[in-house]
């Protein structure tokens, strides 16, 4: 929902700074992605999977044989990049890669390597490129590769300056890099008829005291102890279990259980709230949200909430957007520069390493009984980060026109 929340927004960015265009959004996901989008959607290339890979691998030698044969001995070899996809790329004026933090290892070596692939065909094909909405880095072993790829891009726009500073550590200085905020803090929210009716559906009735809960199937990799997965995960279920059974005993509120992230496969925040809502004792006072809604849906249902724990970072979003006290349950550097640094939140930020019990109580407790100053706070915060929010329409308005102009003196 995050990435889908990202993509909508940006693509209602290029539609208010270009008008009418041609759009093609390449996608890891196509099955999912062309049920959220209105534009074209194809699936992409790069993807370094069992499958895939072989694909990969011949597409990639292709366009680099390409590259020397036809731009640096100037010979005639389009018929090397025949393939569908590579003439998306072959064809554009720029290629866009849409914000998040796909460009780091927080996730594994793979996913970084088949994100920083997709670039390089833009790369080798000599595409204006955009970075949009982005946070960079840890990198690993793969800091050569990021560094060549990076700094054959044209603009870099980061959502929070800790990315800046690696960049600058990494050496990157080609590009153009501007430091704005998420897109997502622009996204709508629907009205209030909708929102309500939605909560009726779900079963919560109207004036009831609500605290959301964004849980995450990942999460667990993320705490420091015990060392094995299963363990972790299990110290993870049993936490946010009891952390549910304390806010309805001591809160005297019920709580939403928001999904963020839907399929495919094990990667379904779903499994693991079902998981947790099987610990809980207050069963009757909580709500699994199970079926799927918009980002923008989703967002107008945690802006209801009184108060938010999210383990997920545009969950959170969605609810610092819409000025609800938020405790953020930090993986990676994103939730410190954003709602840390940007929003103004630190001591709202839990990092996930060290997670407890206890230190989460305590955050609660603090929220809970500050909550009216925390969104009265927000409210004068989000002004400003929306300010910045759009000032990626000024700098994508300024980039396309200068494109233009190239291709008039060309």
Not at 56 to 68: A, C, G, K, Q
Not at 111 to 125: E, G, K, Q, R, Y
Not at 387 to 404: G, H, I, P, V
């Amino acid at each position: 929902m995050g990435d889908a929340m990202i993509l909508n927004s940006t693509l209602k960015l290029l539609r208010e700074v270009l008008g009418k265009a041609d759009l093609t959004v390449l996608s890891f996901n196509p099955t999912i992605d062309v049920k959220r989008c209105d534009v074209s959607v194809i699936e992409a290339i790069g993807k370094i999977s069992l499958t895939s890979l072989p694909r990969t691998l011949s597409v990639l030698s292709r366009s680099m044989l390409w590259t020397v044969l036809q731009r640096c001995l100037h010979l005639n070899v389009n018929s090397l990049i025949n393939d569908y996809v590579l003439q998306k790329y072959a064809k554009a004026d720029v290629v866009i890669v849409r914000g998040g933090d796909t460009l780091t290892n927080d996730y594994g070596f793979l996913p970084l390597t088949s994100h920083l692939t997709s670039m390089l065909f833009a790369v080798l094909l000599r595409k204006p490129i955009i970075l949009l909405g982005h946070t960079i880095g840890p990198f690993g072993i793969l800091k050569c590769v990021v560094r060549y790829v990076l700094d054959r891009t044209d603009i870099i726009v980061l959502r929070e300056e800790q990315s800046r500073e690696i960049l600058q550590d990494l050496g990157i200085d080609k590009p153009a890099i501007y430091v704005t905020a998420d897109l997502s803090f622009l996204s709508d929210v629907p009205n209030v008829e909708t929102v309500e009716r939605i909560l009726f559906e779900e079963g919560i009735k109207k004036n009831t005291k609500i605290v959301g809960v964004s849980v995450s199937q990942i999460f667990p990799g993320f705490l420091h102890v015990p060392r094995d997965y299963k363990g972790k995960r299990e110290r993870y279920v049993e936490l946010m279990a009891q952390t549910i059974d304390y806010l309805i005993s001591n809160l005297g509120v019920s709580v939403i259980v928001v999904p963020n992230v839907l399929g495919p496969g094990d990667n379904d925040d779903r499994m693991i709230a079902t998981e947790i809502y099987s610990k809980v004792n207050s069963k009757e006072k909580v709500k699994l949200i199970v079926n799927e809604y918009s980002p923008e849906e989703l967002k107008g249902i945690i802006s209801h909430c009184e108060m938010f724990i999210g383990a997920r970072m545009h969950a959170c979003i969605a609810a610092l957007s819409t000025c609800v006290p938020t405790i953020s349950l930090a993986y990676g550097h994103k939730f410190d520069g954003i709602i840390g640094r940007m929003l103004d939140q630190e001591k709202y930020v839990l990092k996930a390493t060290n997670l407890n019990y206890d230190m989460l109580v305590s955050k609660i407790k603090e929220v809970w009984s500050a909550r009216e100053e925390i969104r009265k706070d927000l409210q004068i915060k989000i002004k400003a980060v929306r300010k910045r929010a759009k000032q990626n329409f000024a700098l994508m308005t300024d980039f396309l026109k200068s494109l233009e102009v190239k291709t008039i003196a060309s």
